[in-house]
Nanobody, 123 residues
Framework: QVQLVESGGGLVQAGGSLRLSCAAP????????MGWFRQAPGKERELVAG????????NYADSVKGRSTISKDNAKNTVYLQLNSLKPEDTAVYYC????????????????WGQGTQVTVSS
């Protein structure tokens, strides 16, 4: 069992930046592909960004491409999502997720979920 704990969410003005972190205290996700999903009120949960277990491969949703960077530090058991040029439509609860591979991440076959962190972007 791997527990995922997100942090770094908050209230930010449009155009600002946030860095979300997802840690696995007492565990490891070095062999997992990791992803960030988000869910806005009344909307389905969507995959925002994913990274392979090695960190060599990344993928982004069109909605955040060019404005975000996902990275993984296996030594620290932490994955990050840097969000820049934030827009009000980025407002959502952001969830960290672990999957067996980046393919299953995109198939939403998720092994572990975090509890989520709220990101609110004001206009």
């Amino acid at each position: 069992q791997v527990q995922l704990v997100e942090s770094g969410g908050g209230l930010v003005q449009a155009g600002g930046s946030l860095r979300l972190s997802c840690a696995a205290p007492g565990g490891t996700f070095s062999s997992y592909a990791m992803g960030w999903f988000r869910q806005a009120p009344g909307k389905e949960r969507e995959l925002v960004a994913g990274i392979s277990w090695s960190g060599d491969s990344t993928n982004y949703a069109d909605s955040v491409k060019g404005r975000s960077t996902i990275s993984k530090d296996n030594a620290k058991n932490t994955v990050y999502l840097q969000l820049n040029s934030l827009k009000p439509e980025d407002t959502a609860v952001y969830y960290c997720a672990a999957a067996r591979s980046i393919a299953t991440l995109f198939q939403r076959v998720i092994q572990y979920w975090g509890q989520g962190t709220q990101v609110t972007v004001s206009s």
